[in-house]
Nanobody, 117 residues
């Protein structure tokens, strides 16, 4: 099983980025998918989680209204708008049978997002 996140980079405050995660090696049809992030010196935290049919999404309070998670059969995306310096972190995609960080069974290696002028 492989999860490959991409789309990170350097962006100015107020800008946008779209992260993608390509997943392979098994079917993820019934899995929750999610994005998580870890800033320097901080613990990893939940950013957004989506259920198998996209009817249920959950966001961290800090990104609500600015970020949007979506998914396909074996892909997931995170559209990030109105980015702030505090969004700077390594972003990880994951998939699992439970909608929690500890419930994620498969993880990608992460992609760095830097928000700075």
């Amino acid at each position: 099983v492989q999860l490959q996140a991409s789309g990170g980079g350097l962006v100015q405050p107020g800008g946008s980025l779209r992260l993608s995660c390509e997943m392979s090696g098994r079917s993820f049809l019934q899995y929750f998918m999610g994005w998580f992030r870890q800033a320097p010196g901080k613990e990893r935290e939940v950013v957004a989680i989506i259920n198998w049919n996209s009817e249920i999404t959950r966001y961290a309070d800090s990104v609500q209204g600015r970020f949007t998670i979506s998914r396909g059969k074996n892909t997931q995306y995170l559209q990030m708008n109105s980015l702030k310096p505090e969004d700077t972190a390594v972003y990880f995609c994951a998939a699992g049978l439970r909608a929690t960080m500890n419930g994620m069974d498969y993880w990608g290696k992460g992609t760095l997002v830097t928000v700075s002028s």
